[in-house]
C-alpha cells in the first residue's frame, strides 16, 4: 500500500439514491483523491464520539480521476457500518476514507480479452464500475455480465445496465423469485447456467467473479470444471470465509 492510498482522507455526502429496499448509492466529494481503476475498492471508517472506531471495505461502482467516488451500500442486519451508510448518513455529513485499494480484481481499457462477468447480489458493485469504464472508453473486447439476485426488486443498477446492454450486456439469474413472465430458470446458478451463459474458455476470457464466498468460490470451481484456467478468472468476496 503507498503513502498515498495509506493516508485516511475526508469525503463529504454530495449526492445519494435508493437502489433497494435495502441498498444506497452514496457519492462523496473528496477534494485530493488521486483516482481509481475500476474494480478496486476503499476502507470506510466511522468514529463514535465516545472514540470506538469501526471500517469496513466497500467496493467503489465508479473509475475514474473525478474528485467524487461513489458507492454502494447493502445493509446488514447486524452491520456497526452499514445501517449508518444507508439509513442515518445525510448529504454534507463527513466519513473518512482510504484508498484506492486491490490491483489485482481491476480492468484497465487496453485490455482487449473477453471479458465476463458474475456478480451474487450486491457483489454487482464493481462490475457495474468495469461495465461503465469499458462504456467510457469504446472498448471493443466484447463484454457480458451475469448476475445473480433473489428477486427483481433486488436487482441493483437495474435501468444503468439496460443502458449499456449495446456493450455489455446483461443476463439477470433469480434464485427465489422471478418477474412475471419469466421463463428461465429460478434457483441457485447451475453448471448448466453458468455453461451456458459464460464465454466459453476456448475464447480464453477474463472472468470477474464478485459476491458472497461461498457464491464465488461454488462458481470459480465450476468455471475450472468447464475449461476455464485458474489464471484467468479473477474473485472478490465478502462474508464469512
Given at each position: ?93 463527513e466519513v ?86 419469466w421463463t ?51 474473485t472478490e ?5
Amino acid at each position: 500500500m503507498s503513502e498515498a492510498t495509506r493516508r485516511w482522507r475526508r469525503g463529504t455526502l454530495v449526492r445519494d439514491r435508493a437502489l433497494s429496499a435495502s441498498a444506497r448509492s452514496v457519492t462523496f466529494a473528496v477534494p485530493d483523491w488521486p483516482g481509481a481503476a475500476a474494480g478496486q475498492h476503499v476502507d470506510v471508517r466511522l468514529t463514535a464520539p465516545d472514540g470506538y472506531q469501526a471500517v469496513r471495505s466497500y467496493s467503489l461502482a465508479r473509475a475514474g480521476t473525478d474528485r467524487e467516488i461513489e458507492l454502494a451500500v447493502e445493509r446488514l442486519p447486524d452491520g456497526e457500518v452499514s445501517p449508518f451508510l444507508v439509513d442515518e448518513l445525510e448529504p454534507g455529513d463527513e466519513v473518512e476514507l482510504r484508498g484506492p485499494l486491490g490491483g489485482w480484481f481491476v480492468w484497465r481499457p487496453g485490455e482487449q480479452r473477453p471479458v465476463q462477468l458474475i456478480a451474487g447480489g450486491s457483489g454487482i458493485v464493481p462490475l457495474v464500475a468495469i461495465a461503465r469504464a469499458h462504456a467510457a472508453a469504446d472498448s471493443t473486447a466484447p463484454m457480458r455480465l451475469l448476475a445473480s439476485v433473489r428477486t427483481p426488486e433486488s436487482a441493483l443498477y437495474r435501468d444503468e445496465l439496460e443502458q449499456l446492454r449495446a456493450t455489455a450486456p446483461t443476463r439477470w439469474h433469480y434464485t427465489r423469485v422471478a418477474p412475471p413472465g419469466w421463463t428461465g430458470p429460478v434457483g441457485r446458478l447451475s453448471p448448466r447456467d453458468l455453461e451456458r451463459e459464460v464465454i466459453a474458455g476456448s475464447q480464453h476470457p477474463l472472468v470477474y467473479v464478485c459476491g458472497p464466498t461461498g457464491f464465488v468460490e461454488a462458481v470459480a470451481r465450476t468455471l475450472i470444471d468447464l475449461g476455464q484456467t485458474a489464471d484467468s478468472i479473477r474473485t472478490e468476496r465478502f462474508g464469512g470465509t
